[in-house]
């Protein structure tokens, strides 16, 4: 199976800490936060788009080199890669800027394998690209994106937990994540009847 893995949310949990920084950001400024529970800065925070740069600039370097591995993404993945499968991270350029050093140093950092490695802002092209077959995110955004093929797990966090499609599959941990793999069928045959339920709500 080929198996796309977003970095952000899925194999680190940078999810509190930029909470934190930007409360930081904003009280410091006097701004206020006005949806802690968002993924996307711009609907956190009242900044403008000179200040979201700013941000951006001053505190994505503190991210990622503060974020922490989740408890056993790097246990489970080499072990699917053992199995046979091929692991392709996917992560957006945004952010990062052009210099991508600092996300391969990570990775070294956190024992972090895998096969290849795309810096992309359209996720939905590269996974139809690279054909995946399952990928595996906290953006639920892209997972609107994604022809129905292309079997989605959710990474559940506080800004997704009341996400529903029917290509999407919600997981709560890498060793969750390993489990509805190696028990592939009987996952789809869940995901399929899920689909099937939800059509005839429609």
């Known amino acids: 199976m080929r198996i796309g893995i977003d970095i952000d949310g899925v194999i680190n949990n940078v999810d509190q800490l930029k909470l934190d920084y930007l409360y930081q950001f904003c009280v410091t400024r006097d701004k206020k936060i006005k949806n802690a529970n968002g993924l996307i800065i711009s609907r956190m925070a009242d900044?403008?788009?000179?200040?979201?740069?700013?941000?951006?600039?001053?505190?994505?370097?503190?991210?990622?080199?503060?974020?922490?591995?989740?408890?056993?993404?790097?246990?489970?993945?080499?072990?699917?890669?053992?199995?046979?499968?091929?692991i392709i991270l996917m992560t957006s350029e945004k952010g990062y800027g052009r210099d991508h050093t600092p996300i391969y140093q990570w990775l070294i950092k956190n024992d972090i394998h895998y096969h290849e490695i795309v810096f992309t802002r359209r996720k939905q092209y590269a996974c139809q690209s690279y054909k995946i077959d399952l990928m595996i995110d906290d953006n639920y955004t892209l997972f609107q994106k994604l022809p129905p093929n292309i079997c989605c797990f959710c990474y559940e966090t506080r800004y997704n937990r009341f996400y529903f499609q029917r290509n999407v599959i919600h997981v709560h941990s890498w060793y969750d994540i390993y489990d509805k793999i190696t028990n592939w069928d009987q996952t789809i045959l869940d995901y399929e009847r899920r689909k099937i339920r939800n059509k005839i709500r429609d």
């Open 47 to 86: 900044l403008d788009e000179r200040e979201i740069e700013e941000f951006q600039t001053y505190y994505r370097p503190l991210l990622l080199r503060n974020a922490k591995a989740r408890p056993f993404a790097s246990e489970v993945i080499d072990q699917l890669m053992f199995e046979g499968h091929k």
